[in-house]
């Protein structure tokens, strides 16, 4: 894994905790994300990160760096490209809706901040970082040809395809790494 190898275990060692067998890596300047078990590659998915730049700010609507890890799996029995509300299926695939932009289909990762002041809690200001609180995700769009141009409000976005065999790949706890 190369520099981001060390960057994960010497941010795991700051924080007092072990990496995880499942490593999802996002890089935002490559628009991709890999995923690793054991440290090996498994598969690599071309993503769609924020249209913004990156930040870790509540309302900033950048996709937030720094390590993480999967809080949540939602929609595991639901069709390919069901469309999610507030994280509950809406019963209509992304077909059936009028383009009213990126909208959250298939499946979704809600990802939490492990580095408190970084992605989790407040800053050293006070400012808001805190990516679970932002509802940041991977997850599935309606705009599968545009995968690979930056384009969110701060999710990773993935071809819905590819969502779903993320999806049945990764756990919660899983680490998702997230860099420039």
């Known amino acids: 894994m190369d520099e981001n190898g060390e960057l994960l275990n010497k941010t795991c060692q700051r924080l007092g905790i072990k990496p995880a067998d499942r490593l999802l890596l996002v890089r ?7 995923f690793f078990r054991k440290g090996e590659l498994v598969r ?7 249209a913004r730049p ?18 949540e799996r939602i929609g595991g029995e639901q069709p390919l490209g069901m469309v999610f509300k507030g994280r509950r299926p809406t019963g209509r695939h ?14 979704i990762l809600w990802l939490r901040g492990l580095e ?3 992605n989790a809690g407040n800053d050293a200001e006070g400012r808001v970082v805190d990516t679970y609180a932002r ?24 071809a819905n395809r590819d969502m779903v065999a993320l999806f049945d790949e990764v ?8 860099v420039d």
């Open 171 to 178: 756990r919660v706890g899983d680490q998702v790494l997230i």
């Open 28 to 34: 935002i300047s490559a628009q991709t994300l890999q």
């Open 135 to 158: 509802y940041v995700y991977i997850h599935g769009t309606n705009r599968e040809e545009r995968i690979g141009e930056p384009q969110s409000a701060g999710c990773v976005l993935l």
């Open 54 to 71: 990156p930040s870790n700010l509540k309302d900033s609507l950048g996709t937030p760096r720094g390590l993480h890890e999967i809080a």
């Open 116 to 118: 408190p002041g970084v």
């Open 44 to 50: 690599a998915y071309p993503v769609s990160t924020s």
């Open 94 to 107: 992304f077909a059936e809706h009028e383009d009213d932009g990126n909208l959250i289909t298939s499946r």
